[in-house]
């Protein structure tokens, strides 16, 4: 029995291919691309802004901003119709989504890393959330400071506002 694809409209192809994408951005290629992202998702790209005001280093919302252009042009790559913009009631129930499912994973215990594995496995979109958990932790931000937990917070909060918005795209409303 072969390894199953991951669930989710995202492909691992094309994860791959916008991450190389955005890695390949110059400063002024990337300041270009986060205009945009301002023309088209203010409030999600202000979510992301806001979090310099919560202690996050200018590195690190670096390294966010480009997780924010990769989940940001993947879900704009695989919906049919444009993405409607994220409005601050669509952050507001990500988060308060992101906020239940954090409460289940609070401690070390066995049953915590159970709920977790099952968040991946469950996750709509796998390939675009494995690579955006593996690139967080790659680059140092997912440690228990708080900084680090504001920022992990943010980057799954805006990865389901965007995962909402694509559903709003293709009629599937929630």
């Given at each position: 029995?072969?390894e199953m694809?991951?669930?989710?409209?995202?492909?691992?192809?094309?994860?791959?291919?916008?991450?190389?994408?955005?890695?390949?951005?110059?400063?002024?290629?990337?300041?270009?691309?986060?205009?945009?992202?301002?023309?088209?998702?203010?409030?999600?790209?202000?979510?992301?802004?806001?979090?310099?005001?919560l202690g996050?280093?200018?590195?690190?919302?670096?390294?966010?901003?480009?997780?924010?252009?990769?989940?940001?042009?993947?879900?704009?790559?695989?919906?049919?119709?444009?993405?409607?913009?994220?409005?601050?009631?669509?952050?507001e129930a990500?988060?308060?989504?992101?906020?239940?499912?954090?409460?289940?994973?609070?401690?070390?215990?066995?049953?915590?890393?159970?709920?977790?594995?099952?968040?991946?496995?469950?996750?709509?979109?796998?390939?675009?959330?494995?690579?955006?958990?593996?690139?967080?932790?790659?680059?140092?931000?997912?440690?228990?400071?708080?900084?680090?937990?504001?920022?992990?917070?943010?980057?799954?909060?805006?990865?389901?506002?965007?995962?909402?918005?694509?559903?709003?795209?293709?009629?599937?409303?929630?």
């Open positions: 029995m072969g694809e991951p669930k989710g409209r995202i492909t691992l192809a094309t994860v791959a291919a916008v991450a190389a994408w955005v890695d390949s951005l110059d400063l002024d290629a990337k300041e270009h691309a986060c205009d945009e992202l301002a023309d088209t998702q203010p409030v999600a790209l202000g979510f992301v802004v806001h979090l310099s005001h996050v280093s200018i590195p690190d919302m670096n390294h966010i901003l480009n997780v924010l252009l990769v989940v940001a042009e993947c879900f704009r790559r695989t919906a049919a119709k444009p993405l409607p913009q994220i409005t601050k009631e669509m952050l990500a988060a308060k989504k992101t906020n239940a499912m954090s409460r289940l994973l609070e401690g070390e215990s066995t049953e915590a890393e159970r709920v977790g594995l099952m968040m991946v496995d469950e996750y709509p979109e796998q390939s675009l959330f494995a690579y955006v958990m593996g690139y967080m932790d790659e680059k140092g931000l997912t440690r228990p400071s708080p900084e680090d937990v504001h920022a992990v917070f943010a980057v799954v909060v805006f990865m389901e506002a965007f995962r909402q918005a694509a559903s709003l795209a293709q009629g599937l409303a929630e």
